[in-house]
């Protein structure tokens, strides 16, 4: 058995005659010729292998075959380890008795006779070596093919650096000086995972926020380097749908990915570098705000906009601001895709998996307990969303009732990240009343700034203005209710017993 060590990157097939040329691959030894690979991926009907995430795969390779069997990798911020067992593979049967993991081998031999093809990559492979100091070794290979299943194929194209000798902290080297000028981009899903969604027909899907996975045995800089690993892979898996798919959902969960990064910053920032904190907290807010125009008109259209036009009641104003409001909208994404296309993008992502692999803690917040940090730090955050109330119930302007939100938005991600140290039910309760209280002044937000910019679009245009004010009359009893009850709903959260106060 092997372990491999890599990081795996995308880009753009338009792309590849650029990574060809740079200096770093152009002048690197090949390591043997360009080949091409055909790989059959196996399993039952039933798919019981991708299931308890194992691939069984064959590989023809000029006149070679190969088996290869793989088992479940650890993928974070593209780099992933994995255990590998490869050997000759002959007369088209396959051999597990070589497989040095008891479990692995009677698992495999049990289903071989219900092992069937289920879907093949197809690319060519270039293979270069890069010796970028002493003691260190690393393979890059680029595939550029297809997978194909069921009639159905896919692009493959792909760079991925492998890890033959030193730190996997190189891994990354190597590729932020790369993505200096190529569009590359970490990427987590394996070829095997993509060739089973085209077998499956499963349409990409914007991903959520996973559960948080923190033990109180951690130090805050190591639960930091969790959560900061699981935000990234959720700004990776929305990322590639926020370039392709027309679905708001993936720019909203890309945004979301980002706004909690910064939120776990702000949290943990007692315990980390201050050069890493400011550094993060800036360049984050740079990626998310390149994106919030998008998905600002996408909420707009969804909240203020298309109730007033689905109650039958929209005059020919506000249909000509709803048209505005989809035109703008639509130049928004097109220059967010080109954001997410830009090589500073995928850099970014990449210089952040570098920085949270090799954060370190100091003795003294080594030995911090994560419970109490856990605690002071909600503490924190529900005394600052204590003050915005203050501020929000001298006149309820909607600026302070936004600040208000903001800082409930960031309580609830702290629960969220904090959770396994927390009480569980009494917690997830006060948190979903928090949510609630935060998505009605995220309702109160929206038309507010709906109505600031159909007020602008609308200019000195007579029907415009008619058609903004008809919109803004049409939410006004709606407003009204929910700002008078806003405030009494949120009080006896902000004033009474936290659930992770002992």
Known sequence: MSHEIELKLTLPQKSLAALRRHPLIADAPRDGRTCTLENTYFDTPELELRERRMAVRTRKAGTRWLQTVKCAAESTGGLSSRPEWEQPYNNGCFDFSAIDREDVRSRLESLHPRLVPVFTTRFKRETCILTPREGVKVLAMIDSGTIEADGRERPLCELELELVEGDPQELYALALQLAESLPLTPENVSKAERGYRLFSNHA???????????????????????????????????????????????????????????????????????????RWSDGLKDAADGLGAARDLDVMLAEVLSPVAESGLADDATQRLIAMAVDRRDREKAAAREQLLAASHGRQMLALAADLYTLQSDALVKSANLTTFARLQLSQLRKRARRRFSAAADDLHSDKLHELRVSLKRLRYGIEFLLPLLPEKATVRFANDVAEVQETL?????????????????????????????????????????????????????????????
Request: proline share 8%; hydrophobic share 45%.
């Open 204 to 278: 990409l899907r914007p991903a959520k926020a996973r559960p948080s996975r923190l033990s109180a045995e951690q130090s805050p800089v190591d639960a930091f380097r969790i959560i900061g690993f699981d935000c990234l892979a959720l700004w990776q898996a929305n990322e590639s749908g926020a370039r392709e798919s027309d679905d708001p959902e993936f720019i909203h969960q890309l945004r979301v990915a980002l706004r909690r990064l910064r939120s776990a910053l702000r949290l943990f920032g007692p315990a980390l570098p201050a050069d890493f904190v400011s």
């Open 442 to 502: 995220g309702y109160l937000n929206d038309e507010a700034v709906a109505r600031s910019r159909l007020k602008t679009w609308a200019g000195k245009d007579p029907e415009l203005r008619s058609g903004a004010a008809f919109v803004a009359g049409w939410h006004a009893p709606r407003v009204a209710r929910l700002r008078k009850g806003v405030l009494p709903a949120l009080e006896p959260l902000l004033w009474g017993k936290a659930p992770w106060r002992r």
